[in-house]
């Protein structure tokens, strides 16, 4: 059974910066596309960034130049840097887990507050 467990969300003032980690178990974790996703108060759930088994990455536009995901197969654990942070980035942050051939997995989520 895959399980994600996201970790680093907390409060932090604008233009501060945050780290969110994601472990798995339960899975090879190398051959997952992962993802990280965020949902707004009131909104819907939107991509913020994605990383390939191969490490391709892609981001949301609103986060380009100031978010970093990563990955570390060693420790099962996905990352995302999130800098220069802004209180639209407000939000609970999702871990995805895309197995080749299985359904998608999601973590439990992470609140992050960004004050102004």
């Known amino acids: 059974q895959v399980q994600l467990v996201e970790s680093g969300g907390g409060l932090v003032q604008a233009g501060g910066s945050l780290r969110l980690a994601c472990a798995a178990s339960?899975?090879?974790?190398?051959?997952?596309?992962m993802g990280w996703y965020r949902q707004p108060p009131g909104k819907q759930r939107e991509l913020v960034a994605g990383?390939?088994?191969?490490?391709?990455?892609n981001y949301a536009d609103s986060v380009k130049g100031r978010f970093t995901i990563s990955r570390d197969n060693a420790k099962n654990t996905v990352y995302l840097q999130m800098s220069s942070l802004k209180p639209e980035d407000t939000g609970i942050y999702y871990c995805?887990?895309?197995?080749?051939?299985?359904?998608?997995?999601w973590g439990q989520g992470t609140q992050v507050t960004v004050a102004s």
């Open positions: 995805k887990a895309a197995p080749p051939g299985d359904y998608d997995y």
């Open positions: 339960g899975t090879i974790f190398s051959l997952n596309t």
């Open positions: 990383i390939t088994s191969g490490g391709t990455t």
